[in-house]
Each structure stands twice: as C-alpha cells, then as structure tokens.
C-alpha cells in the first residue's frame, strides 16, 4: 500500500521544529489541559491549578514555561502587591481549542473501553506483562 | 474567573484510564505519527517504518504494543512464509483521524513561528537556559 499522500509527521528538514517534536510538545498530558483551561481568557496560576486536577506546582511550572517559550502562551507579570501573573493563549494556540475539545471529550467518551481493552491485553498469556515500560 | 464550565481533563473517579493519561498515551509524537499512517488502511510494520521517518524500529515496537494494548490497534499475522504482519485501527481510533489531521497541519504551519519563539526565549537574560529539561 502507498504511504504517499498521507501527511505523517516527518523529521525536519530545516531548522524549524520537526513536526514530531512539535505535537510531543503540545500533545502532551498537561500541555493539553493548560491550553484548554487557559482557552476562555486570562488565567491565574492558582486558577490552572485548580482545573487540572492532579497536576503538582512543579509540572505546572515547567509546563507553563515551556509553553511560553514555544511562543503559546504569554505571561504578564502586574505590579501589585503581591505581583499578579496572568497567563493568556496567543493566537497560534487558540487554534488548537477545537481540536483539543474534541480530544478530551474522545478521551472521556473511550476511557472505559480502553481500560478493558487494557485488562483484556493484560489477561491475555505470552504478552509481556502490564505495559508498564509502554 | 470561573472555570467551572470548562471541560478541562482531570484525574478519574473511577477505574477508568484517567482522561489526563489517555491523552498522553494517544497525544504522543509517535502515536499521532502511526495512527495517521494507519488511517488509509492496514498497513504493514516496513510500510510504517517508511511513512513514519525518524521512528527507530524499537520505538515503533513499543508505540504498537501500546496502542494494540489501548485497543486503538488491531495486530494481524496471517501464516505465511514469511508471516505477514498487518495493524489496523479500531473504529475508536478512526475517530481521532480528523483531529489527528487538523494538528499535523497545525504544526506545519507554525513549526517556523514555535522555531523562532524558542531562540527568542532562550535569548532573554534570566531565562533557564536552552529549556532542555521541560
């Protein structure tokens, strides 16, 4: 079967960010969860930290950051006392919002099935054992 | 700011797979990479080999068997000489196809732009450097 119209991600050919390198980026647990909280507007740390539910302060940090390095998010620091730090999308990251509300709500709709799908695997001799180096 | 209605990923309640660890398993480079070059079909481990450039043969083994775990991928070994292996994805996965699409070209558009945010952001002085660890 030809491969050649389909648009897999491919390593780069230039100096830009290879495409895979990318989606690792953005497709990652967290990364998802902080553009689609951050999507309705402005945001405070304390505020993402409460909607992703079970992300720790560090993780939420080195998310944020690396998120704003890649140019998704901007972070606006207020001069109150204390300092007020906003988070908001930049543009290029609110196009992502469609797609990764169709993500999650895929994820909530499936989640059961591919925790049986798991136990199935699991339960099923010769396979090497839980998946847990997966 | 409320973000009561946003449906924003959060650990389960349940024994179901954690939404936040679903996306993570379907969110990864490789994992979008393989169910795109699935989506035209059955498709054979060279094939995938081919399509998707940068992938080493143990990282391609190891994304299979955890999306054949997810449910998300059908493994078929039809005995021949040699046998012939083939993965096809499981109508739960066919679903994430259009998704899949939009953030592929979504970072091939902007692939330049993130570039460029990030050798401004390491430019910056009092910034963690380079960023290599986020």
């Known amino acids: 079967m030809s491969q050649g119209n389909i648009a897999v991600p491919t390593a780069a050919q230039d100096e830009a960010c290879p495409i895979n390198e990318v989606?690792?980026?953005i497709g990652g647990k967290w990364?998802?969860?902080i553009i689609v909280a951050a999507a309705a507007g402005p945001i405070r740390f304390t505020e993402l930290e409460r909607a992703i539910e079970g992300i720790s302060r560090r993780m939420l940090t080195l998310n944020l950051r690396?998120?704003?390095?890649?140019?998704?998010l901007v972070r606006t620091v207020y001069p109150t006392v204390p300092p007020k730090v906003e988070y908001r999308l930049t543009p290029i990251a609110r196009e992502l919002g469609d797609?990764?509300?169709t993500l999650t709500a895929w994820?909530?709709?499936?989640?059961?099935a591919i925790a049986a799908a798991r136990r199935k695997y699991d339960g099923q001799p010769g396979r090497?054992?839980?998946g847990q180096n997966l």
């Open 23 to 25: 989606l690792d980026h």
């Open 31 to 33: 990364s998802i969860g």
């Open 66 to 72: 690396k998120l704003e390095r890649d140019g998704l």
């Open 99 to 101: 797609s990764f509300a």
């Open 107 to 112: 994820a909530e709709r499936h989640r059961h």
């Open 128 to 130: 090497p054992a839980g």
